[in-house]
């Protein structure tokens, strides 16, 4: 077995459950330390003990808030004891559906959808960036070479959805906020990316997952769907994506990925 993340420092917000938990086993199987989030202090919990504290620590809480942020990266700066040392690898899952268009679905859950889809997004990518930054003109100075930029990989990679891509009338407010977290990504790619910080976006189709549960969709609806373009995809799909996109050598980006059930035409 080789360890193609070995010396990576990962954040994964959002993994307790479904895709960003299958991420963290799989970012731990690669060989990286992980910081792991949810809003469950016991879920969180129970993953450092299932992955072992040599290899995971935990910081529970809702990973919009600007102080858990905060938490969740020094934690990770502070984890291996080297000193000034911040996460190099930031997986931005936490988010939320709602089954419903913008005539039909419930407007009491707008604003927290908002708030965890777009706005929590927004915070990360602001305060990794920014710590990723500083560490890179610590280390190389004000204008460091490429060669000295990319000697080290350095991914934010988004979770965001194809009905960001192609919204649709089941779930248009859902996908309005993905679609605004695309364009959030695309837009942190072409500014960072230039100084030497990988920013992806996967836009997976059908997951099952806790997700459907959250969101409100009817399980027969959904029954009738998998029944439609099944089998759909697992987490661990996802989870296996992620880990092909940041082994690239760090010269290499894979910048913006569709995954689907083979079966699914729409969206």
Not at 148 to 164: C, M
Not at 199 to 215: H, R
Not at 244 to 264: E, K, L, N
């Amino acid at each position: 077995m080789t360890y193609p993340l070995k010396d990576r420092v990962a954040v994964v917000t959002g993994s307790t459950a479904g895709i960003g938990l299958a991420i963290v086993r799989e970012l731990a199987r690669l060989g990286s330390f992980c910081v792991v989030n949810g809003r469950r202090e016991e879920r969180v919990r129970d993953i450092v003990a299932e992955l072992g504290e040599e290899d995971v620590r935990g910081v529970a809480g809702d990973a919009s808030d600007d102080a858990v942020v905060t938490r969740l990266l020094d934690t990770a700066r502070d984890a291996l004891g080297e000193p000034g040392r911040e996460a190099d690898l930031i997986i931005i899952n936490a988010g939320r559906g709602l089954k419903g268009s913008v005539m039909d679905s419930d407007p009491a859950q707008w604003e927290e959808m908002v708030r965890t889809n777009l706005m929590g997004v927004a915070r990360m990518i602001r305060a990794s960036g920014n710590r990723m930054l500083a560490e890179i003109k610590r280390q190389h100075g004000d204008s460091p070479s490429a060669e000295k930029v990319l000697s080290r990989a350095r991914d934010i990679i988004v979770i965001g959805s194809i009905v960001g891509k192609h919204v649709s009338p089941f779930s248009s407010m859902y996908g309005a906020t993905k679609f605004g977290v695309h364009g959030l990504v695309e837009g942190a790619r072409r500014e960072l990316g230039p100084k030497g910080i990988r920013v992806t976006l996967i836009a997976p189709g059908f997951v099952t997952s806790e997700f459907q549960g959250v969101a409100g969709y009817d399980p027969k609806w959904y029954d009738g769907v998998v029944e439609r373009i099944g089998p759909v995809l697992a987490p661990e799909d996802i989870a296996r994506l992620i880990g092909f996109v940041v082994s690239q050598p760090p010269a290499v980006q894979i910048g913006d990925v569709v995954i689907r059930p083979v079966r699914q035409d729409y969206p």
